[in-house]
């Protein structure tokens, strides 16, 4: 590694409680946000906390969701990039360079994506300065290039939709062969990504739920967490949740239109940012206690929702919900969001879960990428009126039924680990041996403990600087 200096931010401790950050160096990176939003002191925003130390988060209310079991979302946009996806890759790429693995005066990082992880990726090594790449299929919104480019990477488009990642493997591969000096900072393999939602993620959740039942929601933990998948980082906070309360439910879901683990499925999709056709290599699927499925068009009609003032309009006079309310999910809602939310009334539905219950759930960036996506959809159904707004409450909302669910039962699990073969084993060059020992907690086990030695190299870095 050079002996240049890097550029770092928080440790894992500083993501998960941001107190215990420097106060000037908070005080400066909390003044950035608005002030210089590119410069490198925005790493020490990368947390699901405000400056006050509040979790960033809302409680669904029962106008909108139609079941008694309070449903908890924790929102992003309050990251640097407005997307939860930028704590992976600095959590990636800091561990990359703190083991010698990346050179920043060297190398160039490849950052394969379907859009909010190439966007944190072309932040992240920005700020850190490092040269990227990002690789994602041609069809994901306008918005997520424009912003890609405008932190400073290059965009390489791949042919497809947000489940065509084969095609983004083959022309990594064929980055990787031309030039030794490229870098592959792969979500769906590298355990950074997985290491940043066990630890921050996780943990943080479980702070929330002792926060919630302060306040008389909630019996104190949570009894569901619910996550899309697509790298499968988010849902890995899942496995920090177990560990804490044994008989949480870890529930993932997948678009209908593309039902990989659920019926060994294919196809083309929208909701951008999951279901990406294959089980990804950090995903610890034989500790899931679902799969279920949502449609992705159901989750476009949703986010519209909150996306038109007759939608708004409809939501507070004819629903029932608060106007700020509707306001504050306005602007914290993508479409993965909507099908997040879907999936976690599916999830109160099917375990018969009560007020005394919690799910939480995740809110993985906000309208601002999807505008395009929007305006297609006024294009294709037609302008939203009041009654169909209505309609739209009753029946993909509250009309949720529990279809499409499949229990993490013995054999599903079998079956859902072996599926990494062929990905895996098969294109990417893992041994049979390698997947095998992803069946052993002890696997999970010690890359999790890989959080404390990484924590433990940054604040070494940090004292002889």
């Not at 990176?29 to 410069?39: K, M, S």
């Not at 708004?312 to 602007?331: F, H, R, W």
Request: net charge negative; hydrophobic share 40%; proline share 4%.
């Amino acid at each position: 590694m050079s002996e240049r200096k890097l550029i770092t931010g928080p440790t894992f401790e500083e993501m998960l409680h941001p107190h215990l950050i420097d106060p000037d160096i908070r005080a400066r990176a909390h003044e950035a946000r608005t002030t210089d939003p590119l410069a490198p002191i925005n790493l020490f925003n990368i947390t699901w906390r405000d400056i006050n130390n509040q979790i960033q988060y809302v409680v669904l209310p029962r106008e909108l969701t139609g079941v008694d079991t309070p449903i908890a979302v924790l929102t992003s946009i309050h990251f640097p990039t407005r997307s939860h996806k930028v704590g992976a890759t600095y959590s990636v790429l800091l561990e990359k360079e703190l083991f010698g693995d990346v050179d920043p005066w060297k190398h160039t990082l490849l950052w394969p994506s379907t859009g909010n992880y190439g966007i944190g990726g072309a932040y992240v090594a920005g700020r850190m300065g490092c040269n990227s790449v990002v690789i994602l299929p041609e069809e994901m919104s306008q918005e997520r290039f424009d912003m890609i480019e405008r932190y400073g990477a290059t965009v390489i488009k791949t042919p497809g939709c947000e489940s065509n990642v084969k095609e983004i493997y083959d022309k990594v591969n064929e980055l990787m062969a031309s030039d030794p000096n490229m870098r592959n900072l792969n979500q769906f393999e590298v355990m950074g990504n997985y290491r940043f939602h066990y630890y921050v993620t996780g943990n943080t959740i479980i702070d929330l739920a002792a926060e919630l039942a302060e306040k008389g929601i909630g019996g104190g933990k949570a009894s569901a967490y619910v996550s899309a998948m697509g790298s499968a980082g988010t849902i890995a906070a899942g496995d920090r949740l177990k560990q804490e309360w044994y008989d949480h439910k870890i529930v993932g879901l997948e678009p209908i239109q593309c039902p990989t683990l659920a019926l060994n499925g294919y196809g083309g999709h929208d909701i951008q940012g999951i279901g990406d056709k294959h089980v990804t290599w950090i995903h610890n699927v034989r500790n899931m206690d679902a799969v279920m499925c949502i449609d992705d068009i159901d989750s476009k009609l949703g986010l519209q929702l909150f996306d038109e003032e007759v939608g708004k309009k409809a939501l507070v006079e004819q629903i029932g919900m608060a106007p700020d309310m509707v306001e504050y999910l306005s602007t914290r809602l993508g479409i993965s969001s909507i099908c997040n939310i879907f999936g976690a009334i599916k999830t109160a539905k099917h375990y018969n879960m009560g007020e005394d219950d919690l799910v939480v759930t995740i809110a993985t960036d906000g309208l601002d990428r999807y505008g395009s996506v929007m305006d297609a959809m006024r294009r294709d159904y037609g302008e939203l009126t009041e009654i169909e707004a209505v309609a739209r409450v009753r029946s993909l909302f509250h009309g949720l039924r529990t279809d499409w669910v499949f229990d993490g039962t013995p054999d599903n699990h079998a079956r859902w680990h072996n599926l990494k073969y062929y990905t895996w084993v098969e294109q990417q060059g893992k041994t049979v041996a390698e997947l095998d020992a992803q069946k052993n907690a002890d696997w999970w086990e010690a890359e999790q403990h890989v959080v404390q030695e990484i924590d433990e190299k940054l604040l070494a870095y940090r004292a002889t600087q």
